[in-house]
């Protein structure tokens, strides 16, 4: 099992920067991928960055140039830096963390408000 905590989320004005971070605990040589999701009122989750356990990353187009994900040192903790930030990217940010076997493991989300 793994534990993550979340923090970072807040209230931004627009062309603003945000950075998220995701604490993870437990059996973390277990894992293998890391990321968040995000999800909206009424909307499904959208996966917006992933990291794997040997430092290959994706995106989502919608944010491609404006966030980068990255891992600490340690590699127990990951960063989601968010330039640029558009009223659109408001929501709800989870981490998650993906294992070789078995179920995902989840953060208990953090807001990201943007609006003036």
């Known amino acids: 099992q793994v534990q993550l905590v979340e923090s970072g989320g807040g209230l931004v004005q627009p062309g603003g920067s945000l950075r998220l971070s995701c604490a993870a605990s437990g059996s973390i040589f277990s894992i293998y991928y890391m990321g968040w999701y995000r999800q909206t009122p009424g909307n499904q989750r959208e996966l917006v960055a992933r990291?794997?356990?040997?430092?290959?990353?994706n995106y989502a187009d919608s944010v491609k140039g404006r966030f980068t994900i990255s891992r600490g040192n340690t590699n127990d903790t990951i960063y989601l830096q968010m330039n640029s930030l558009k009223p659109e990217d408001t929501a709800v940010y989870y981490c998650?963390?993906?294992?070789?076997?078995?179920?995902?493991?989840w953060g208990q989300g953090t807001l990201v408000t943007v609006s003036s």
């Open positions: 990291i794997f356990s040997g430092g290959t990353t």
């Open positions: 998650f963390a993906s294992p070789f076997r078995g179920l995902n493991s």
